[in-house]
Every structure is written in structure tokens, then in C-alpha cells.
């Protein structure tokens, strides 16, 4: 048996939005439904390099499908200036459940960035208005590009403001996709009046205030996944229909952790959990909503439902690499 390995650019290829959307959906099914096991997210902090690794093992069963991984990734914001490295690195093990052998070693820096689009993308589907056009983004970085792919495949986005203090990744995204959508320059404000928003900074003071957002703006919070974080103005969150990924994560490190423990935030002004709404068991945007938020901290279920997309298509397309892990 051969253990495959995927580069950078092989899982680019190899993971066709339509399909990593509707896989984190069915992800998010199977966590609420008990169909899945995710054992809490691991760090091991490394304040003498300003840096941390994560550890983020799951399982999850679906109708069709199981699958099971391991991603080992890192935050060190220092990477780019010092070693000319990304903040964010990331390797994925992909498992054959039934006899745990190594399906696969893969990027898992390029499959975070797809999979965090697409679960923005499956939150925005439950919880934007349904004629959501226009997409305003703060933070040109490289998240940023994946959440106008995934979310254009759940809303017909014709135009998008894009926000961020440095001008040349402004001028990046921009370039990037000037001939697919009408995509401008704006300040946060009018990055938050569109229909959707999406904040992918790394910010712990936050930056968008109820002033900023439009009356019926879905906003994707999905740059807090660290103790401290904190993009969106605590009066903003406690006006809005607050919807999680998952509580555990949430109130350690996510969108709400700061508000959260201090107390200016408890449990009742949580709507709910994301996966409550895909199986029904509570309302996605209704006609009474206002300003809907979604808290994304990233969960293990989708980097394993990303890998079995990735690697069921290279496997089937004959990419990547093929070698002798285990030698049996």
C-alpha cells in the first residue's frame, strides 16, 4: 500500500469548492447529530519564539462517508519578516478508518484556507438574506481570497469591498479578481454594509462597531481562533443573532472569548450552534432578523472532511506522489 503526498499546490487542484462546501455541511451535521468525535483543540505555546502549536484530531461518519485525521499546525507572526515563512504552516495526516493506515500526508496550510472559506460559506447560506449581492471583506490577507470563492458559490455576489491597512494587499485581491466581480477599495464601514461581511484579521482590540454594519448584515467572524482575539465590538455582538461553531471553542478562543470571559456576554445571548440549524433543530436568518453573526473558530471535523475531499479527488485523478510509508 501507498501513502500519498499532496504538496501546496496539489491540494489547491484537487479541491473543487461545490464539493468542500457541501462536505463541511454534512461535517457540521454529523458533529450535532453525535456522529463524530473531535477531542478538544491542543496547544502548546511558544512565547520565546512569539509563536504555538495545535494539535486537531477528529472522526466523523456521514451517510456516505467516514474519514479521520490529525492536523498539526502552527501560528508564528514573526514567520514572514524573520524567515520569510508563512505566519500559519500546517500538515495533515488523512487515516483509512478501518485499519488506520496513512492515506495520505497533505499541505494543511492551503487546506485551512479552503475549508475556513467554506464553512463561512455554510453559515452564510443559513444565515444571510437570501438575495445577498454584495460581499465586504476587512483583511486582504491570504484568507480573504478563499471566503469570496466559498461564499460566491452559496450567494450570487456581484459586488465586493475589501478593507485593510495595507494598501498592497488591497491592490492584490483586487487584481486577483477584478474580471469575475465588480471589487473595490473601502474603508471597514463600507466593507460592513454590504450583505455579507467577512473579518479575517488577527486583531485583539476590535474593529467593527455596530455603526458599521448594515441592517440586515450577516457578518462571518472568523479571525479569532486565539485567547485574546477580538474583532467585533461586544454592544455589536450583543445586538446580533449570535450563532457558534462550537461552544467549547468559542469561549476559549474564539470571536466571543474576550466579552465571554469577562462576563458582558453568558450563554443566553448565544443563539446556538451552527450544526442546530443545518438539522433543523432552530431557525436559520428569518424575517424578523437584523444583523445575523457567525463566531467560525475553526473545528478538526473540517480539515478531515477537507482532506477526504482532497484526497478522493487526487486519487481518482492520479496526483501527488505515491511512496511506501510503512513498507508493508
Given at each position: 500500500?501507498?501513502?500519498?503526498?499532496?504538496a501546496k499546490e496539489d491540494v489547491r487542484t484537487n479541491t473543487p469548492m461545490p464539493d468542500l462546501v457541501a462536505a463541511l455541511r454534512e461535517a457540521f451535521v454529523a458533529y450535532e447529530r453525535g456522529d463524530a468525535q473531535m477531542p478538544a483543540k491542543s496547544y502548546i505555546d511558544l512565547p520565546q519564539y512569539n509563536g504555538d502549536f495545535r494539535s486537531m484530531p477528529a472522526y466523523l461518519e456521514t451517510e456516505e462517508w467516514d474519514a479521520a485525521g490529525i492536523?498539526?499546525?502552527?501560528?508564528?507572526?514573526?514567520?514572514?519578516?524573520?524567515?520569510?515563512?508563512?505566519?500559519?504552516?500546517?500538515?495533515?495526516?488523512?487515516?483509512?478508518?478501518?485499519?488506520?493506515?496513512?492515506l495520505a500526508i497533505m499541505d494543511g496550510t492551503e487546506l485551512?484556507?479552503?475549508r475556513t472559506g467554506a464553512a463561512a460559506a455554510v453559515a452564510t447560506d443559513a444565515l444571510a438574506v437570501a438575495d445577498a449581492s454584495s460581499l465586504g471583506i476587512v483583511g486582504a490577507g491570504v484568507q480573504s481570497y478563499t471566503q469570496l470563492e466559498a461564499i460566491a458559490e452559496v450567494r450570487d455576489i456581484e459586488e465586493v469591498v475589501v478593507s485593510d491597512l495595507r494598501e498592497e494587499r488591497?491592490?492584490?485581491f483586487?487584481?486577483?479578481?477584478?474580471d469575475e466581480f465588480d471589487v473595490r477599495a473601502g474603508t471597514i464601514s463600507e466593507a460592513g454594509h454590504c450583505?455579507?461581511?467577512?473579518?479575517?484579521?488577527?486583531?485583539e482590540d476590535p474593529i467593527v462597531h455596530p455603526a458599521d454594519l448594515g441592517?440586515?448584515?450577516?457578518?462571518?467572524?472568523?479571525?479569532?481562533?486565539?485567547?485574546?482575539?477580538?474583532?467585533?465590538?461586544?454592544?455589536?455582538?450583543?445586538?446580533?443573532?449570535?450563532?457558534?461553531d462550537d461552544y467549547a471553542q468559542t469561549t476559549h478562543s474564539g470571536e466571543i472569548n474576550v466579552p465571554w470571559?469577562?462576563?458582558?456576554?453568558?450563554?443566553?445571548?448565544?443563539?446556538?450552534?451552527?450544526?442546530?440549524?443545518?438539522?433543523?433543530?432552530?431557525?436559520?436568518?428569518?424575517?424578523?432578523?437584523?444583523?445575523?453573526v457567525f463566531d467560525s473558530t475553526g473545528l478538526a471535523i473540517q480539515d478531515v472532511a477537507a482532506a477526504h475531499v482532497v484526497y478522493t479527488h487526487a486519487d481518482e485523478h492520479g496526483v501527488g506522489t505515491g511512496f511506501d510509508l510503512l513498507g508493508v
Open positions: 500500500m501507498e501513502t500519498l503526498l499532496l492536523k498539526w499546525v502552527n501560528v508564528h507572526p514573526d514567520n514572514p519578516d524573520s524567515f520569510d515563512l508563512p505566519t500559519v504552516m500546517g500538515t495533515m495526516i488523512y487515516s483509512d478508518p478501518t485499519n488506520a493506515y496513512p485551512t484556507m479552503k488591497v491592490t492584490r483586487i487584481e486577483r479578481f477584478e450583505d455579507v461581511l467577512s473579518t479575517v484579521t488577527p486583531v441592517e440586515h448584515t450577516h457578518v462571518n467572524a472568523m479571525g479569532a481562533d486565539a485567547a485574546g482575539k477580538h474583532e467585533i465590538a461586544d454592544d455589536a455582538l450583543l445586538a446580533a443573532k449570535l450563532v457558534i470571559s469577562a462576563g458582558v456576554l453568558d450563554d443566553d445571548d448565544i443563539y446556538g450552534e451552527l450544526g442546530e440549524i443545518l438539522t433543523g433543530q432552530k431557525e436559520g436568518r428569518t424575517a424578523d432578523d437584523t444583523v445575523t
